[in-house]
């Protein structure tokens, strides 16, 4: 077994109120390992501390205990622009909303430019040929480039993050429910870009969502959260085909599929087994 | 042009047109007004409009016209200070206090609290009565009184952009807070500032006019709306209404115009935001 | 019961025309459920809206919209009001925005009760608590006392429903009712809707974007892309034979979780 490329140890997290029953332990002594070239997916609902999990390991967030490694290098706990600008040169994020994912004044190509100016020491010149290129892996063409955010469809834009996550060459990149807000036949496209993309770069993914469905397609390994920790683990197949814990289970009988009916009593039971 | 026509609307038309005409007034007083409007004439006291003076003249028997002229550029030059100076410093504050966040963010909001607490023109009336009625004075203090408004309202939106996807990528490649801020979070704040700037102008306008007719502001014999309309006052008992109400008239038509073609692009600004 | 007859809608955008939905027809029979399948942009909200007369300002429609035989684009003032107060409801996707987050819950449905339905104050106080038992909230004295923002998305849902079918009306309309829910709770709240549809009988025009979602509670499904029907049939027939590549396409690109389901499924008929 090779060394994980990401490699999360006791990894704590809580959010303080004004009131101390206000706070919130969103990721609880959470450990995960990923191995290079693979995509893990993290699934939960909301509350799950997925979210903070992610932000966490990019350096959005401090963690209060436990450590982040990262290509076998220990990340520092507390960012600062020059460990990120490092950081970033290893991993990039893909943020959900294709919306706000880039500055809608600003003609899309600049969000890549942004990254290429940051982390290579390319010219304009040769930059702008590197955004072409770029464009091109993610399934643009080249008029998109001078393109501003409201003249793209949500898929589009998606592409343009995948694109600037492309720009500083990382080995891991994070997806936070990076095909959630688009409609299933662009989510499709884009599940199979990013499969691609990884398989041609060699790159490891790992994939924050709530979908299930999203998980059995893109995923070789799961783990599942339920309020701040990991109640399974397991490869995809493990996991979807023989769930072990109870709440995977209320997943798996909530998702909806062909021939499907929402059955309370079900939900009820299962409810009161993981309460138990 | 035309974009911009159709984004006013009728109405927003005929109001910039307005505004125009005042500020080209005041930029071309020197240049159009038939006469000086601090020098009247005794023999020349309370004429009704006639050809001569279109506006007719005043107790001293200076033409109003042309002091409706000048009085537009010291009616917008105070109101153009307060602006310029909140909107850079109420931008400036709002944004690194955004942008630092954590103690920063709860110092600077304190600060703005106590701010708060002063009326404005009570605050305005204390810097005059250590500094000395002018019209500069008047403008700062009112600015000073202003800015925790504007800074409060752009520190709200901008912290609503900061946590977007747009501004925590670069935040993500190490790029430094000020690239950010001047790249990605002003100019998507900009349409918020503007309408800040057009409301604030109507209101400075109007209080500066209120200092100035209270002999605050700007002094006699220079020519200002607001001075006007006090000035009026003695006349208006006597039965000559017409520096006052005119005067009055122009405060009121200015504050009017720039206040809906801020609503309107303000408003559109912040529909094209949502779709 | 609802008759929906070559509805067509434009809306002027700049100076142009754009088609939204074009000649789109459907029926819903009392006691019903239809779903309206399609993706962003396929104007499966907008033939809702247009039930309601509710479309935007800007809008050209042209079709007519019957409801129990009633014209509902001739309905004007007080029958236009009646006809959205009594004959149909709509359960909205965010209950947030339905909801006045100043009001306590209990003022929600009463007030609901007796502006629409004229129903006295101190009965529809009583009639709230059943509403609530019926759709599945346990701990109703705690929720009547409520505020929206002390909820959770997924009870103020059963809330929104609660007050949906509080006048029994003739026609459930429901858009996106659990995009906005995680999926325990929206199949949780899905199983509450159906059942208290069948219990009351009421018709219901389901829109949502996820196929399988509408299979489970709906009779029949018409898909719907770029403001036109496809194809439309029963859930078994379009899942086992979609013959608009549009279908297959929306079919393929969720391949469901079928594994753990399909190992269940062996064990539940094993027993």
Excluded at chain 1, 70 to 93: D, P, S, Y
Excluded at chain 3, 157 to 162: G, M, S
Excluded at chain 3, 261 to 267: I, L, P, Q, T, V
Aim: charged fraction near 20%; glycine fraction near 8%; proline fraction near 5%.
């Amino acid at each position: 077994m090779t060394e994980a490329i990401i490699s999360v140890d006791q990894l704590t997290k809580t959010f303080r109120g004004k009131r101390s029953r206000d706070s919130v332990t969103a990721v609880d002594a959470v450990s995960i390992a990923v191995q290079p070239g693979t995509c893990l997916a993290v699934v939960g609902e909301s509350g799950s501390g997925k979210t903070t999990l992610a932000r966490i390991i990019v350096g959005l967030e401090t963690a209060d205990t436990g450590t982040v490694k990262l290509g076998g290098k220990t990340v520092a706990r507390r960012a600062n622009r020059r460990t990120l600008r490092a950081r970033a040169r290893e991993i990039q994020m893909v943020f959900q909303d294709p919306q706000s994912s880039l500055n809608r004044r600003l003609r899309v190509q600049v969000a890549v430019d942004e990254v290429l100016r940051a982390h290579t020491p390319l010219n304009a010149k040769q930059r702008r040929a590197r955004c072409r290129e770029l464009f091109e892996q993610v399934g643009l063409e080249a008029r998109h480039l001078d393109a501003i955010p409201d003249e793209l469809s949500g898929g589009q834009r998606q592409r343009v993050a995948i694109a600037r996550a492309l720009a500083a060459e990382p080995s891991i990149i994070v997806l936070d429910e990076a095909v959630a807000a688009l409609d299933v036949t662009v989510q499709a496209q884009i599940l199979k870009l990013l499969d691609e993309l990884r398989r041609s770069k060699g790159l490891t993914y790992l994939f924050i969502t709530h979908d299930l469905s999203v998980v059995q397609m893109i995923a070789d390994e799961v783990v599942v959260m339920r309020r701040g920790s990991i109640v399974e683990r397991g490869t995809t197949a493990q996991v979807l085909g023989d769930p072990q814990h109870p709440y995977t289970q209320l997943l798996l009988e909530c998702a909806p599929r062909p021939g499907w009916k929402p059955k309370r009593g079900v939900i009820r039971a299962l409810r009161e087994e993981i309460a138990s | 042009m035309k974009a911009l026509a159709k984004r006013l609307g009728p109405i927003g038309v005929g109001a910039a047109f307005i505004f125009a005409i005042v500020v080209v007034g005041a930029l071309l007083a020197p240049l159009i007004a038939p006469y000086d409007p601090t020098i009247g004439s005794v023999t020349q006291r309370f004429q009704g409009p006639s050809l001569d003076h279109l506006f007719g003249t005043d107790q001293a028997g200076r033409d109003i016209f042309s002091r409706i002229l000048w009085g537009a550029r010291s009616s917008l030059v105070g109101p153009l200070i307060v602006v310029a100076v909140t909107g850079v410093l109420g931008t400036g504050i709002a944004l690194t206090s955004v942008w630092w966040g954590g103690a920063v963010d709860s110092a600077i909001s304190r600060v703005l609290d106590l701010l708060f607490a002063f009326p404005n023109l009570l605050l305005a009336m204390l810097a005059i009565a250590v500094f000395g009625p002018s019209l500069t004075t008047a403008a700062l203090a009112l600015s000073i009184s202003y800015i925790p408004y504007t800074a409060r309202v752009i520190r709200s939106m901008a912290l609503r952009e900061r946590n977007l996807a747009y501004v925590r990528s670069p935040q993500l490649q190490g790029i430094s807070g000020a690239v950010i801020t001047a790249r990605h979070l002003v100019p998507n704040v900009a349409p918020l500032i503007i309408t800040g700037a057009t409301i604030n102008f109507g209101f400075a306008m109007i209080e500066i006019a209120a200092l100035s007719f209270l002999g605050l502001a700007v002094q006699p014999p220079l020519a200002d709306w607001g001075l006007m309309v006090s000035n009026g006052q003695q006349s208006l008992l006597k039965g000559y209404p017409a520096e006052s109400m005119l005067a009055g008239l122009f405060i009121v038509l200015t504050v009017a115009s720039l206040g809906y073609i801020g609503e309107r692009l303000g408003g559109r600004a912040a529909a094209g935001r949502r779709s | 019961m609802l008759d929906v007859q070559n509805l067509s809608m434009t809306i002027m955008i700049e100076d142009a025309a754009v088609p939204i939905l074009r000649d789109v027809s459907l029926q819903v029979a009392a006691g019903e459920s239809i779903g309206l399948v399609g993706e962003s942009g396929s104007g499966k909200s907008m033939t809702l809206r247009s039930i309601l007369r509710i479309e935007p300002e800007n809008a050209t429609v042209s079709g007519r919209i019957t409801l129990d035989g009633l014209d509902v684009h001739s309905l004007r003032g007080e029958a236009l009001r009646r006809m959205r107060a009594t004959d149909v409801a709509m359960i909205a996707q965010n209950p947030h925005a339905v909801l006045n987050p100043v009001l306590p819950v209990e003022r929600y449905l009463i007030e609901g009760m007796h502006d629409a339905q004229g129903v006295p104050r101190r009965q529809a106080r009583l009639r709230a608590g059943e509403l609530l038992e019926q759709v599945g909230i346990e701990r109703i004295d705690l929720v009547l006392g409520s505020y929206p923002h002390q909820l959770s998305g997924g009870m103020l849902q059963r809330v929104v429903i609660a007050g949906a079918i509080a006048g029994e009306p003739k026609l459930l309309l429901a858009d996106e009712p659990t995009t906005a829910l995680d999926v325990t709770t929206q199949a949780e709240v899905m199983a509450i809707l159906d059942e208290c549809r069948r219990e009351l009988g009421m018709a219901m025009l389901f829109v949502t974007h996820d196929l399988d979602l509408a299979a489970s509670v709906c009779d029949r499904i018409n898909v719907m892309k770029d403001g036109e029907i496809v194809e439309r049939g029963v859930p078994e027939q379009l899942r086992d034979h979609p013959e608009h590549p549009y279908t297959r396409v929306l079919m393929e690109s969720r391949p469901a979780t079928v594994m753990w389901a399909s190992n269940r499924e062996a064990e539940v008929a094993h027993d």
